[in-house]
């Protein structure tokens, strides 16, 4: 198949794409990497009138810490930079967890983290860590700018709390209390496969005491499995085999797997609570050495 | 029978095309497209560049690999219009029969091909590899390889190939 015709504008500014969307009414279709939209409009999935190549408007690409602690990650920030960034391999074990085991290795030189959180697939690797780490989305639109917090803005698969005319124009990740602690683990048939399902967590760490855990998952359910709420067992608790265990438990209920051709709803739902007690123990063991 | 590439390119009265420059292999070339036309289809048919090779279609097997800006991508999941002003590298680009590359030197020596249509674009993900890491580990080059599907080989003697080529390259600096 062919993507059907449509009218292509690169323009030079944000706010130039956003009057042009805006414009559009609903029409158009920004594009980021492209590494899914393209193969969408091959598949004509969609359709859209109009294409907004974001990728010419300079200042999108930063990985930056703020003076207190928030993490920005612009629009144009590639997958492959996440992999490479110094940055979050120190200090964000949870993103530097999942940034390899995105799609593949020439895929991700431009796919981006923002337009894979846009793109609101319940096997997205990005949302599910956004989910665990408490983070936000910057839209920007005729009316300036507005963030939306990572619980809210994926309302269904494909689906996103976007207007037409708004532009997300970077991630942000709140700091941490403490110390930034986490993991993500992905099962999948083979590089650059979909997730069959995969565990992101992330613990604000004091000491040996968590502050706050953060958990979500992709693959197994109809959308990106957030699992604060089942992983909040270990707020204010220390990472014994007991808390751990529980917490795990409690993760594996909260997902919603369905079998298919990737595994049995039951073989998901362990995989996960193998993952969480993986990273959990693995971040345990860390600790005890440390101490 | 007309191509994909006759449809999109025999653009009706009234449908609007853009005029984009791009650098093939060093060489400036303006060409009028319409924005939906694949960079993939442009090298091919377009600029007869025929070595990169359309697999998939569906942005998983690799064989359309090409350098854009010196970093690899799939030219069937970019447009040509994207490509605009940017500078792309196929493998024509390399090196000539007489003059090979080191990398196409390696899948000689290795026997790093059998039918040889996933060769173009692992040999183009090689190049960019071995750019930015001149002394990969085997690990290193599986892993970079691994976006581009062969159905032959088994990718053992391409990764060979691959180590073959870093060891010339590096001689050629040293
Ligand atoms: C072979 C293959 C394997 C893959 N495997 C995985 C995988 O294992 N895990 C995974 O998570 N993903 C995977 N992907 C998807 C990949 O990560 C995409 O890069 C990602 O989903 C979309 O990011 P993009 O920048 O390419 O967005 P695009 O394709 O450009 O856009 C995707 C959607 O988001 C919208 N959008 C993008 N950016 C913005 C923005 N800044 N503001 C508003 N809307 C925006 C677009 O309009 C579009 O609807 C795979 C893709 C391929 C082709
Ligand atoms: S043809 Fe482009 S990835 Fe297969
Ligand atoms: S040599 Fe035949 S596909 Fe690789």
């Known amino acids: 198949m062919y993507p059907s015709r449509f009218e292509y504008d690169a323009p030079k500014t944000l706010e130039e794409a956003i009057a042009i969307l805006d414009r559009s009414g609903g029409e158009a279709k920004v594009l980021a990497g492209g590494q899914s939209l393209v193969p969408m409009l091959k598949l004509r999935f969609a359709s859209p009138e109009r294409i907004v190549d974001i990728n010419g408007i300079p200042g999108l690409n930063h990985v930056r810490v703020d003076a207190d602690g928030t993490l920005r990650i612009g629009a144009l920030v590639r997958h492959e930079d996440m992999e490479n960034s110094a940055l979050l391999e120190k200090s964000y074990p949870t993103l530097a967890g999942a940034a390899s085991l995105v799609a593949d290795p020439i895929v991700r030189t431009r796919g981006t983290f923002v337009g894979s959180v846009c793109h609101a697939d319940p096997q997205g690797d990005w949302a599910a860590t956004m989910i665990a780490l408490g983070g936000r989305i910057v839209a920007q639109g005729p009316n300036g700018r507005r963030e939306i917090d990572m619980r809210s803005f994926v309302l269904g698969p494909f689906v996103t709390a976007l207007a037409f005319n708004e532009i997300a124009v970077e991630a942000v990740i709140p700091g941490a209390k403490g110390t930034a602690r986490g993991g993500y683990l992905k099962l999948e048939r083979r590089v650059g496969d979909f997730a069959t399902a995969s565990v992101a967590v992330y613990l604000d760490m004091s000491g040996a005491t968590v502050n706050r855990a953060g958990c979500a998952l992709a693959g197994v359910g109809g959308r990106t499995i957030d699992a604060n709420d089942a992983i909040s067992v270990l707020n204010g608790k220390q990472l014994t085999d007991e808390n751990i265990a529980a917490a795990a438990e409690a993760v594996a209920d909260a997902a919603d797997p369905r079998t298919d051709h990737r595994g049995s709803a039951d073989y998901k739902r362990h995989i996960v609570k193998t993952f969480v007690t993986r990273i959990l123990t693995g971040i345990a063991r860390t600790e005890q050495k440390a101490a | ?174």
């Not at chain 2, 290193?140 to 870093?166: D, F, H, M, P």
């Open chain 2, 1 to 174: 029978m007309t191509s994909l590439y006759e449809e999109v390119t025999q653009v009706p009265d009234g449908v609007p095309t853009r005029r984009v420059t791009i650098t093939v292999n060093g060489q400036k070339r303006t060409v009028d497209v319409e924005p939906r036309l694949l960079l993939a289809h442009l090298i091919r048919q377009g600029l007869k560049l025929t070595g990169t090779h359309t697999g998939c279609d569906t942005t998983n097997c690799g064989a359309c690999t090409v350098l854009f800006d010196g970093r690899p991508i799939k030219s069937c999941t970019m447009l040509a219009v994207q490509a605009d002003g940017h500078k792309v590298e196929t493998v024509e680009g390399m090196g000539t029969a007489s003059e090979l590359h080191p990398i196409q030197e390696g899948f000689k020596e290795e026997h790093g091909l059998q039918c040889g249509f996933c060769t173009p674009g692992m040999m183009l993900a090689a190049k960019a590899l071995l750019e930015k890491n001149p002394n990969p580990t085997e690990d290193e080059v599986r892993w970079a390889l691994s976006g581009n599907l062969c159905r032959c080989t088994g990718y053992q003697n391409i990764v060979k190939a691959v180590l073959w080529a870093a060891d010339k390259m590096r001689d050629q600096q040293a």
